[in-house]
């Protein structure tokens, strides 16, 4: 499978995906600044701001794994280069868990820049315009840390939502509507507040996704070749 994982990294080095995190991220960064600025007011206290960066997190790491899914699923059927991959003398699932280990590293790396660089920025604006006067302590950091693991599980998990619809039922309108609906649960209500709640929906999330991976596996296994 390492070279099934190997080959998937290859096809997207070319197309400057890793350069596409990162220029998000930063631009998402950078709206950091006037949104902390403009609402302060809602933004005192670390535990808010850390619920704004996961949920413009979201945003970038659902999109940009839905436009992922298309290359590396969607594009291999459209262009017929998944039959020759299909006759490997592999076993298929190993082809399938071979693309899914990229979409889940690409995801891990988008949730984890999309979310610490806009923290970074916001941290940087307030040691000049000070705003959370809380000091910054480990308890803070291991919360972060705690959300950063829930939500980077949950982004990749995603992932096999995408595949479903490029699989089993190939629709891109479904995808961007599945894409919707998992960017949905980070969202809502104000930005400190019922954020266990959004945790029990995004865990919920995260078991509902799990359940399509049985039929995408299933139909991808049973694929014809001819």
């Not at 899914?100 to 806009?118: D, H, K």
């Not at 950063?148 to 995408?162: P, R």
């Amino acid at each position: 499978m390492g070279v099934i994982i190997q080959c998937e990294l290859m096809k997207l080095k070319h197309r400057g995906r890793i350069f596409g995190i990162i220029g998000a991220s930063l631009v998402s960064a950078g709206l950091m600044v006037p949104i902390f600025l403009l609402l302060e007011t809602g933004m005192n206290d670390w535990n808010s701001i850390f619920v704004i960066c996961f949920i413009i997190s979201a945003f970038i790491t659902q999109i940009f794994l839905c436009v992922l899914s298309g290359e590396i699923f969607t594009q291999e059927y459209e262009q017929k280069t998944i039959q020759p991959m299909l006759m490997y003398p592999i076993d298929r699932s190993r082809l399938y868990y071979g693309k899914m280990a990229v979409m889940f590293m690409y995801g891990l790396l988008a949730t984890v820049l999309s979310s610490l660089l806009p923290l970074i920025s916001i941290s940087v604006v307030n040691v000049f315009h000070v705003s959370v006067t809380e000091p910054f302590t480990l308890g803070h950091w291991l919360t972060f840390a705690f959300l950063l693991v829930v939500f980077s599980v949950t982004h990749t998990v995603g992932s096999i939502v995408y595949s479903y619809f490029s699989i089993v039922r190939r629709s891109t309108l479904l995808k961007v509507l599945a894409c919707i609906l998992l960017i949905s649960p980070f969202g809502g209500g104000e930005t400190g507040e019922n954020v266990f709640f959004r945790l029990i929906s995004v865990g919920i999330m995260t078991v509902l996704s799990l359940l399509f991976l049985i039929p995408t596996l299933k139909t991808f296994k049973s694929e014809d070749v001819g």
